[in-house]
């Protein structure tokens, strides 16, 4: 069964700062990717990721995968006030629809 | 833009009501998802459809079936609501393989007394 963990699950810090959201996950995958949540809504696709050292970058966002290590990472540089949201990775096995999402990171850009 | 819409934002049902949740996308994807997001829990898979008139279970397809008569439309029902399908019911459409990503619906939170 595939388990896919994040961490940090809540993250404060503050405008300017710069930070890193992980994301592990347990099995052979070929596709992940980073989703974004702002309170009361649905989510907005950011990224994905389908090969070993895919690095992908969205303004103050950048998101990286090692398919060795199972990790992903999202770095997020000189962080603003409007970056508040929850961020999601989601995993898929290979050939498989079905996504496996992490339990979320709770962004709060602090001024 | 994908466009994926649901028929209602809100919803309060009783407890053994039969529910229904419907979900339209505009972008002539093959296949349909539908998640519960629920706090600490994060979303997980209910049931997804391929194909018209073909479906999967998911992670938690207890006390749910789906019918996709339609390309665009895919319908979660609860057969007989209970108080912990209390939950956001989150709907998704995509494109294929291999590059397939999932647009999201805005999200339905549903309410079972």
Not at chain 1, 81 to 93: I, N, Q
Not at chain 2, 15 to 28: A, N, P, S, W, Y
């Amino acid at each position: 069964e595939l388990k896919v963990e994040q961490n940090p699950l809540f993250l404060s810090m503050q405008e300017g700062k710069n930070y890193t959201i992980y994301c592990n996950y347990s099995t052979t995958s070929d596709r992940l990717y980073w989703y974004r949540q702002d309170p009361g809504k649905s989510l907005e696709s950011l990224f994905v990721l389908l090969s070993n050292g895919a690095v992908k970058q969205e303004g103050r966002l950048m998101a990286s995968l090692d398919t060795k290590a199972r990790l992903s990472t999202l770095h997020i540089t000189a962080a603003v006030h409007d970056l508040s949201a929850t961020y999601f990775c989601a995993v898929a096995e290979v050939g498989n629809y079905k996504l496996t999402f992490g339990k979320g990171t709770l962004l709060t850009v602090n001024p | 833009d994908v466009k994926v819409t649901q028929s209602s934002r809100y919803l309060v049902k009783r407890t053994g009501e039969k529910v229904f949740l419907e979900c339209v996308q505009d972008m002539d994807h093959e296949n349909m998802f539908w998640y519960r997001q629920d706090p600490g829990l994060g979303l997980r898979l209910i049931y997804f459809s391929y194909d018209v008139k073909m479906k999967e279970k998911g992670d938690i397809p207890e006390g749910y079936s789906v019918s996709r008569e339609k390309k665009e439309r895919f319908s979660l029902i609860l057969e007989s609501a209970s108080t912990n399908q209390t939950s956001m019911y989150l709907c998704a459409s995509g494109t294929s393989l291999p590059q397939e990503t999932q647009y999201f619906g805005p999200g339905t939170r549903l309410l079972v007394l």
